[in-house]
């Protein structure tokens, strides 16, 4: 049984640099409000498998690109699993959590999402386009994007990227999630300058855009971010749904609205630590690639990332 105040152990790599944003000031920001409520205890993420017996629940916020670490982050993973162990946010997120493959399957079920296939041969599912977006399936922050003409995708390899039509998008903006409540939003206004971010009014039409890609996710608790360009049309395509460590962006937020998000985090991570861990759960989703939210810079006006 949980302890009269949960123990968290909190997962986070404050050395780690980010292009356009501290990370440790973010995690710093809320480790100092969670522990009015929580023992708690912060590790790199190198250590978070020799610890977390010793917690209520481990908590994986801005630790950094999983490749960068991705022995111990497999280590961690398979012995979490192995143990019941609480994982904030769970190990069954199926987007990149597990990877990019949801983007194909996302395409291939129809939902609002850039176009996205995997092989040259299958191009005539992708709208036509004098360029194209590259990367791994496997990548993080941005390694391995390219740009390429569509007379040069014939020399790629089939299998280990992702191919996407290059996105003349007016703006990006992310919707950001807590379980399965809204919380806030904020877009960048220019595209060439993604982190430079503003409070954005979500309308009606973009939150059911968004609460599609959360209920298809059904991680049930957890912090979510979904990341969308607004597309020539008018309308909105997913980029990610981040689910693994989504970076949170609360200094472009107003006091009244960063105090609201601890407000709910605080609340569904007092949740959490009630629910009885259950051991070896889990789907065997492969180990996410990617980092904490990390995007990118990508050329010109493109949306994608790696």
Not at 59 to 85: C, E, H, I
Not at 106 to 131: C, M, Q, S, Y
Not at 139 to 161: F, N
Not at 227 to 252: F, H, I, K, Q, T
């Amino acid at each position: 049984m949980p302890a009269a105040r949960p123990r968290l152990l909190y997962v986070t790599d404050l050395a780690y640099q980010a292009r356009g944003r501290r990370y440790c000031d973010e995690d710093i920001h809320l480790a100092s409000r969670l522990r009015a409520h929580f023992d708690l205890a912060l590790c790199h993420p190198l250590d978070a498998a020799a610890l977390m017996d010793g917690f209520d629940a481990v908590v994986v916020r801005n630790s950094g690109p999983v490749l960068g670490y991705q022995r111990a982050y497999d280590d961690f993973r398979a012995r979490a699993l192995a143990a019941g162990t609480r994982v904030y946010n769970p190990l069954t997120g199926k987007a990149d959590m597990a990877g990019k493959q949801y983007l194909l399957e996302l395409t291939a079920a129809g939902f609002p999402v850039i176009p996205t296939v995997d092989r040259v041969a299958d191009l005539d599912r992708l709208p036509a386009a004098e360029r194209y977006v590259v990367k791994p399936k496997l990548g993080a922050d941005s390694l391995g994007l390219r740009i390429v003409p569509g007379s040069r995708l014939a020399e790629l390899s089939a299998g280990d990227v992702l191919i996407q039509p290059c996105v003349d998008f007016a703006y990006e903006v992310s919707f950001f999630f807590v379980d399965d409540d809204f919380q806030y939003a904020l877009y960048a206004p220019d595209p060439r300058r993604r982190w430079e971010l503003q409070p954005y009014r979500a309308t009606a039409a973009d939150l059911e855009f968004a609460r599609r890609f959360i209920d298809w996710n059904d991680l049930g608790h957890g912090i979510q971010r979904v990341d969308a360009c607004r597309a020539p049309d008018g309308g909105l395509l997913l980029v990610e749904l981040e689910d693994l460590n989504p970076y949170l962006s609360l200094d472009a937020l107003p006091e009244e609205a960063r105090d609201a998000f601890v407000t709910a985090f605080t609340a569904s991570l007092s949740r959490f630590v009630q629910v009885a861990p259950a051991r070896g759960q889990g789907r065997g989703v492969q180990p996410d690639e990617r980092g904490p939210g990390e995007s990118g810079d990508e050329a010109g006006r493109v949306a994608q990332r790696a």
